[in-house]
């Protein structure tokens, strides 16, 4: 079954696996040999599809030093297409603060069969060039092919408490599945279930998937810039993390146990959860972990709907 049809059919266990575009001004020759290294261990992996991100700089959202300098990319639909299509589908990110109304329309227009996951601006400090409803609305009107999601934030369900309330406007909005930021704390994301569960069943709000993202972490560096993020990360995973002998793996335990948690909490509820791998990092031995949680997960998948 295509992504397409299993995020319109509300199906569980849909698996994805997402990565960053080269940095702007990466040698042509390099971004081939990227792309190539990419397709090369994907090769043997059971996946619906690729996540492309589309970063933008969220300096006012965190005014700390990042952990990682800040690079813009290559644009993630013209990466996908000229590297992963007819291999892969892909849900594309679009940063649509990043970009004029004009200029968004005349891109929804001309990709009106996508899937893609509008992200709004990262901070109230922003000043957007498109606000996410505007960009909504503008979906709407000029492309209403493409299958749209939104993205989904478990930790700040658990400062404000309305995190299912913005799923639910979300919906309404046009989004037919979420994908969450990455996962560490599962209680916060338990509770956001919970809450989308009790929403659905006592209001008309539909009910999606919600793919749960996953990010192993081998080491200080990758977690203090997981935590720049936002990423709800509890003080006893770092202390076991810094005093195991195999970080990474360690990480990669860690992150497959909360799928295979949220999955079954998800089914209790009704609600189908699916996964997200990535690799936050440019390290070998953390994007050898992101393909390993993936085909781990893969397996456990094969297992649960077969």
């Not at 397709?39 to 996540?51: E, T």
């Not at 989004?175 to 209680?187: D, G, K, L, P, S």
């Not at 992101?290 to 077969?306: M, P």
Request: with cysteine.
């Amino acid at each position: 079954m295509k992504l397409k049809e299993k995020i319109k059919q509300n199906s569980p266990a849909i698996l994805l696996y997402g990565f960053t575009p080269p940095s702007i001004d990466t040698d042509s020759k390099k971004v081939e040999q990227i792309a190539a290294t990419q397709l090369l261990r994907l090769a043997n992996s059971r996946l619906d599809g690729l996540v492309i991100y589309d970063l933008q700089d969220e300096k006012e959202r965190n005014k700390d030093k990042r952990t990682f300098d800040f690079k813009d990319t290559l644009e993630p639909l013209n990466y996908y297409k000229k590297f992963f299509a007819g291999k892969y589908q892909a849900v594309i990110y679009k940063a649509v603060s990043k970009y004029s109304p004009e200029a968004l329309a005349d891109f929804l227009g001309q990709n009106n069969e996508i899937i893609s996951v509008f992200v709004g601006a990262s901070s109230k400090n922003d000043t957007p060039k498109t606000h996410l409803n505007e960009a909504y609305k503008l979906k709407a009107k000029n492309a209403p092919n493409i299958v749209l999601g939104g993205i989904c934030i478990p930790e700040r369900h658990i400062s404000k408490g309305d995190e299912h309330l913005r799923v639910g406007q979300k919906i309404s909005a046009g989004c037919e599945f979420f994908i969450t930021q990455a996962v560490y704390n599962i209680n916060n994301a338990k509770h956001f279930l919970s809450d989308y569960a009790k929403l659905c069943a006592s209001s008309d709000t539909k009910k999606v998937p919600i793919i749960f993202t996953f990010t192993p972490c081998g080491d200080a560096k990758t977690l203090s810039f997981m935590r720049w993020l936002g990423i709800d990360v509890p003080k006893y995973f770092e202390g076991r993390l810094m005093h195991s002998s195999n970080p990474v793996e360690m990480s990669v335990k860690t992150s497959f146990d909360m799928f295979c948690e949220l999955y079954h909490y998800g089914k209790e509820l009704g609600i189908s959860v699916g996964a997200n791998v990535e690799s936050i990092s440019r390290k070998k031995i953390e994007i050898e972990a992101s393909i390993a949680l993936l085909d781990t997960i893969s397996d456990f998948i094969k297992k649960e709907t077969n």
